[in-house]
């Protein structure tokens, strides 16, 4: 089984910064693309940022310039540095991971727990 756990959510004023972190565990290959979605109250899951075990990235046009997404491959982690924030960054922030869980596996997602980002204005 695979773990995915983040942290690093909170209560934070308009215009100021927020780091998630998120790491996997659990019986892991490999790991391919991981990225960070995001679900306000109402509306649908959407991708805020994903990035790939190469080190490309993606970004929602929402967010392009205030926040960044980096990993670190050794220690399966995933982090989203989150700058000038606004009240419509307000979510719940979900960690997902592509995981291989042995050489002959295909890649399944997973997703952590989820974080609540509420940011005031």
């Known amino acids: 089984q695979v773990q995915l756990v983040e942290s690093g959510g909170g209560l934070v004023q308009a215009g100021g910064s927020l780091r998630l972190s998120c790491e996997a565990s659990?019986?892991?290959?490999?790991?391919?693309?991981m990225g960070w979605y995001r679900q306000a109250p109402g509306k649908q899951r959407e991708l805020v940022a994903a990035?790939?075990?190469?080190?490309?990235?993606n970004y929602a046009d929402s967010v392009k310039g205030r926040f960044t997404i980096s990993r670190d491959i050794a220690k399966k982690t995933v982090s989203l540095q989150m700058n000038s924030l606004k009240p419509e960054d307000t979510a719940v922030y979900y960690c997902n991971a592509n995981v291989r869980t042995s050489i002959i596996a295909r890649f399944t997602t997973y997703w952590g727990q989820g974080t609540q980002v509420t940011v005031s204005s």
């Open positions: 659990g019986i892991i290959f490999s790991i391919n693309d």
């Open positions: 990035i790939t075990s190469g080190g490309s990235t």
